[in-house]
């Protein structure tokens, strides 16, 4: 098993729908949890940053961290074709070894179709 | 802010070549990271420097690869001897700070071995 999973899609929306995209994750030390948004052939793109559990909004985005069930999701509200990219999911422990390092989910691919 | 540059962004080499890829990061950023992408995958760790001090390793680092970053600002990634199975593509991060966490990703070279 993965420490971190992630469905790769792809994910196909209307535009102007909400879209869920989770993670879920098997080591308890993470505590740092980031999201990326990739284009293709291009570099992945900061998002979101949360610490530990509970949500963060930044504009249409809404970050959701639930420890408890080790489980994060990205939500994005008012869908734009823009948004068509891979959303990575990214986490990293607090302290000690491994702690700036970033483990990755696999992706998943979103079309938003206008 | 001219944000994290990669050098080359494509390299196209017949295997048993060496390369080099060099990556500037974010200005004042004391830390700069190196991972690997394949196609479908997240990017996975390969090392990372505090200033010039390389302080962690990952065991996909193999002794084909080495990294360097002499002053502390600029940073070198070789790979001798290439083999198809380095076709990737390599990217490079930087983050400040005691935090540190959250990670500003380059666009990558994109590294194919004949």
């Known amino acids: 098993q993965k420490e971190v999973e992630q469905d790769p899609g792809p994910l196909s929306v209307p535009e102007g729908a909400i879209v869920s995209l989770n993670c879920t994750y098997s080591?308890?030390?993470?505590?740092?949890f980031m999201w990326y948004r990739q284009y293709s052939r291009k570099g992945p793109e900061l998002l979101m940053y949360t610490y530990s559990s509970g949500n963060k909004e930044d504009g249409r985005f809404t970050a959701q961290v639930d420890k408890s069930s080790k489980y994060i999701s990205l939500f994005i509200r008012d869908s734009q074709p823009s948004d068509s990219a891979t959303y990575l999911c990214?986490?990293?422990?607090?302290?000690?070894?491994?702690?700036?390092?970033?483990?990755f989910g696999k992706g998943t691919k979103l079309s938003v179709i206008p | 802010d001219t944000g994290v540059s990669q050098d080359p962004r494509h390299k196209i080499t017949k295997r048993g070549q060496n390369v080099t890829f060099r990556c500037d990061p974010i200005s004042e950023h004391n830390r700069l990271y190196w991972y690997r992408q394949t196609l479908g995958q997240g990017p996975e760790f390969l090392t990372y420097?505090?200033?010039?001090?390389?302080?962690?390793k990952s065991r996909l680092l193999s002794d084909r690869f080495s990294a360097e970053r002499p002053k502390g600002s600029f940073s070198t990634l070789e790979i001798q001897r290439t083999e198809q199975g380095d076709s990737a593509m390599y990217l490079c991060?930087?983050?400040?700070?005691?935090?540190?966490?959250?990670?500003?990703f380059g666009p990558g070279t994109r590294l194919t071995v004949l």
């Open positions: 990214a986490m990293t422990p607090y302290s000690g070894a491994g702690s700036y390092q970033l483990t």
């Open positions: 420097f505090q200033n010039e001090a390389q302080l962690e």
């Open positions: 080591n308890s030390a993470f505590q740092y």
């Open positions: 991060a930087s983050s400040a700070g005691l935090a540190g966490r959250t990670q500003y």
